[in-house]
């Protein structure tokens, strides 16, 4: 039965990633088709809706066919003003999805190497994330960004790590906490290190069910900080208290 069981989660695994990686072409390719068109800039809600509808469905799946438990916090609702920020570790490939799955009109700093490709840049365009260049201009991005309501979602740690690496960790997030006095969701995430992983070779069967958590440690009011460098001080101290290893 360990035998069969090993080959259906295998068989499951890799299904389920074709799956998503056909899915998440597929929408590249219409976003890129859309942007060509008169009036797009008006489909970025509806392409935000519809992309956390297809996490949602995707999470679904993956936990029906046993390769994935993910655990999240409630749908958060949907803000006319005053949105708030996210941050989290990073160790996964997946973790924008899992936080874009149940934060509502939520939008995201990407990095200038997935916006400067004409095809997989085309998703974050259309639905109008932010791209991490500019200094000041994506700092004002944000701050308006969150005064609409939107939530934002940063990885202070700018790619993916298992370690939760402190010293890769940027202050932007501070500075635009400070300016917008928008407050700062700390968020904790376990996951498997063998799980979509930087460490992990792509194509080679994690342990499974791969059992994926997602918990606050803290929610952070900047007008109680002086600074953005003493606000940034606090987060990372946080998370040096939390952070052992993910896996």
Known sequence: MKVLSRAYLCLAYYFSV??????SFGINIACFILRLLPGSAG?????????QFLFRRWAWFMGFIRVLKLTTPDKTRRKERDGEIWIMNHPSLLDGSYLLKFITNG???????????????????LAQYIPNVGGADMVRQACESLRRGEDLVIFPEGTRSTQVDLSRFKPGFALIAKRSGAPINLMWMNSPKDFMTR???FWKVPRLTAEVDISQIAKINPAEYSSPKILFAEV????QMKGQPCG
């Open 107 to 125: 939008t995201c700093i990407y990095k200038e190497a997935i916006g400067s490709n004409p095809l997989y840049g085309s998703t974050a365009k």
């Open 236 to 239: 990372v101290g946080r998370y």
């Open 199 to 201: 460490e992990a070779q």
């Open 18 to 23: 074709s799956v998503f990686l056909l899915v």
């Open 43 to 51: 489909l970025k809600q509806p392409l935000r809706a519809t992309l």
